[in-house]
């Protein structure tokens, strides 16, 4: 049997297996990166690759460093400041948390983010005594969606530029992605105030709880507190400085360094930084990762592609081909990595825009964009896994919330990109 078929075969029975949760997500995930190794679709010294994946190891010392925040009251104490100058208001959180993400993510890396800001979120939400699951999941999509303001917001954006340099045609400027970067955050957080949040889960979850016992139990050692938080503001320092500024430590190794500093310094205890660690979100991730390149590897993407231009026939008009390729775009990067994606879209993009004798600039933004809605998965990003365990969140939790935001960003660009990018 064809790899490419094989893949999809594997893909497919994971899908049902996320969805149903027959069988742990965690457990899943790593079943499918075996299953890839076993069929040769991978090398079977790939198969746990993932495990090593520097945003897995991103993911361990952020969990420290957040666990570091809780010991020493740092993050309680912030989320009852927010809490005073915004009040204990769902909307009024919802919205102060969603615009600061956003802007944060333009310029910096969503995951480093969702990462830093995960457990401030829990300690205003522990103060509010709002579930944390009401405003986790708000934050990881507006870590996704702020990205798309910049070219340096998301690697999609990068992606789509170099294959425009590739083709001798304009390539966009560095802001110019903010005329649908910034209408889509703004349609993402008035959707997720207004609607949205009828989607999410409203029970007070174990994680609430284990937050109040810490509340209780912390020391409230000022110094202990000065040190969580002088690590965690260079830490974030760093990741917004580390693109540019080459000698300085990678997003991955900056988290690493403050989880080891967290525990020099007695924030918290060596064993109570393994037990910060939420375990679920590092296997489900690192599992992921053999997945998507076996999709890749295999041609399984490709075939999707293929199949999806072949059903709009010779002639499809623009804007028609620019729907059908964000859609595309769209599913893929649910389970690809947006990088992925992108990167297989944009020179398939650039022909057939160029075949119809249109522009390219309309289906480059349509497939980039797309590729950073992956919402309705917790495997699509980064910033979705990472608040799956704290949230508490099953997969139907993303679908569900997931897929209308999909559809109201897929309108909101359909409306908005043809305007600013004319086909012809």
Known sequence: MDPAVQTLIVLAVMA?????????????SMGGAIAVGLLGIIPRSQVFSGLSNSTVVLFAGMFVIGGAMFHTGLAQKIGITVVEKAGKSENALMFSLMAVTAVMSSVLSN?????ALLPVVLG???AAKIPASRQLMPMAFAASIGGIITLVGTPPNIIANGALQAAGLRQFGFFEFAWIGIPLTIAAILFMMLIGKRFLPKHILSADVEVEEEVENVSNDPKKMLYAGIILLIVVIDMALSASIKWLPSLSMAAIIGAILCVLTGCLKEKEAYISIDWVTIFLFAGMMPVATAMDKSGAGKLIADTVIAIMGDNPSPYF???????????????????ASCA???PI???????????????????????SCAFATPVGTPPNT?????????????????IPLIVVCFVVSLVIIPMVWPFF
Not at 23 to 28: E, G, N
Not at 322 to 338: D, H, R
Not at 388 to 399: A, N
């Open 321 to 339: 081909a620019t729907a059908v390729l964000f859609l595309l775009s769209c599913i893929l990067t649910q389970f690809m990595s947006n990088t």
């Open 16 to 28: 049902v297996l996320f969805v149903t949760e027959i069988i742990p997500l965690a457990i899943t």
């Open 344 to 346: 297989l879209l944009a």
């Open 124 to 126: 205003i939400c522990a």
């Open 386 to 402: 990472i608040v799956l365990g704290p949230g508490e969140y099953s997969f139907m939790d993303y679908v569900k919330a997931g």
């Open 111 to 115: 995951t480093g983010t969702a990462a």
């Open 349 to 371: 993009g650039i022909a057939i825009a160029q075949g119809m004798g249109a522009s390219p600039h309309a289906v480059l933004m349509a497939i980039a964009v797309a590729a």
